[in-house]
């Protein structure tokens, strides 16, 4: 069965003057301001797209590792993880950064960076950003 996520956003004036809201649809869980201010120069109080994507592929990754190790029969107890998506004005979105702790009982190193690097590969979400660098920085605590 499809899933579709939903998400709307109502902006109002010019790029560099104006300002919107994004609401999650599907989930409504949230609504959240956005700017090109924030966007282009950061703010630790409005949301950007960029944060958005970076949400989606902490968390597809995420599950995807979970499945991965599920499937090894070394089940996490714990993954953590950070996504950091570059944005730059005029250039665009230029990678997503991946860094990972993560807590694996039973799990050799080797395993664990080889089973980190296919699900990164694997991911949906990873497939999606395919037009960007895509790196990891996996720890197993």
Same mark, same amino acid.
Do not use: Y
């Given at each position: 069965?499809?899933?579709?996520?939903?998400?709307?956003?109502? %902006?109002?004036?010019?790029?560099?003057?104006?300002?919107?809201?994004?609401?999650?649809?599907?989930?409504?869980?949230?609504?959240?301001?956005?700017? %090109?201010?924030?966007?282009?120069?950061?703010?630790?109080?409005?949301?950007?797209?960029?944060?958005?994507?970076?949400?989606?592929?902490?968390?597809?990754?995420?599950?995807?590792?979970?499945?991965?190790?599920?499937?090894?029969?070394?089940?996490?107890?714990?993954?953590?993880?950070?996504?950091?998506?570059?944005?730059?004005?005029?250039?665009?979105?230029?990678?997503?950064?991946?860094?990972?702790?993560?807590?694996?009982?039973?799990?050799?190193?080797?395993?664990?960076?080889?089973?980190?690097?296919?699900?990164?590969?694997?991911?949906?979400?990873?497939?999606?950003?395919?037009?960007?660098?895509?790196?990891?920085?996996?720890?197993?605590?």
């Amino acid at each position: 069965m499809a899933v579709t996520s939903e998400a709307t956003t109502v %902006w109002e004036g010019s790029l560099t003057e104006g300002s919107g809201t994004v609401a999650l649809d599907t989930s409504h869980v949230g609504t959240f301001n956005v700017n %090109w201010k924030a966007r282009s120069e950061g703010s630790d109080s409005t949301t950007t797209p960029e944060e958005l994507i970076a949400a989606a592929h902490a968390s597809c990754f995420s599950m995807a590792l979970s499945h991965a190790l599920t499937q090894n029969g070394t089940p996490p107890e714990r993954l953590q993880t950070t996504a950091s998506v570059t944005f730059q004005p005029g250039v665009g979105i230029s990678g997503s950064h991946l860094n990972l702790n993560a807590s694996v009982p039973g799990l050799s190193e080797e395993d664990f960076q080889r089973i980190a690097a296919e699900a990164k590969a694997g991911c949906p979400v990873s497939a999606a950003l395919a037009g960007i660098d895509i790196t990891l920085e996996a720890t197993l605590a």
